[in-house]
């Protein structure tokens, strides 16, 4: 097997993919920034909850994705701004509004990962790793 060259674009990608098959849950190998990027998805609704559990001496990180009542995921875009070959780093005036304020960017900053707009009121920018909507 590869070894994954971007680990940020393979989470979403499993968390795209697992809403496309209708999964209730995706694993991955876990990393504090996968951890990290899976509390924030959390704390913004866009997923129901997440664990690490441990299988065969493996972090695995367990994301439990979140559908409406109709059967429709709550996350209809999940896409990487920032790649290894084109890094995007923006100042905190600079922080772009994904749908006008309806979905979210998540940045690694300095105080470590947030959303735009807690990066927006803090007044620190950073690397925009994903937007969510």
Not at 5 to 17: E, G, V
Not at 70 to 89: A, C, D, K, M, N
């Amino acid at each position: 097997m590869a070894a994954i060259t971007d680990p940020i674009a393979d989470m979403l990608t499993r968390i795209r993919n697992g809403i496309g098959a209708r999964h209730a849950r995706v694993d991955m190998p876990a990393s504090r920034m996968r951890i990290e990027l899976a509390r924030i998805l959390k704390e913004e609704g866009y997923i129901s909850n997440y664990k690490v559990a441990e299988e065969e001496k493996k972090k695995i990180l367990r994301v439990f994705l979140r559908y409406s009542p109709e059967g429709v995921s709550v996350i209809s875009t999940l896409e990487r701004v920032s790649r290894p070959g084109r890094r995007v780093y923006v100042p905190a005036r600079k922080i772009p509004r994904v749908l006008g304020g309806m979905g979210i960017n998540i940045l690694t900053t300095p105080q470590g990962l947030m959303t735009g707009k807690n990066a927006r009121k803090a007044g620190i920018g950073g690397e925009v790793l994903c937007n969510v909507c």
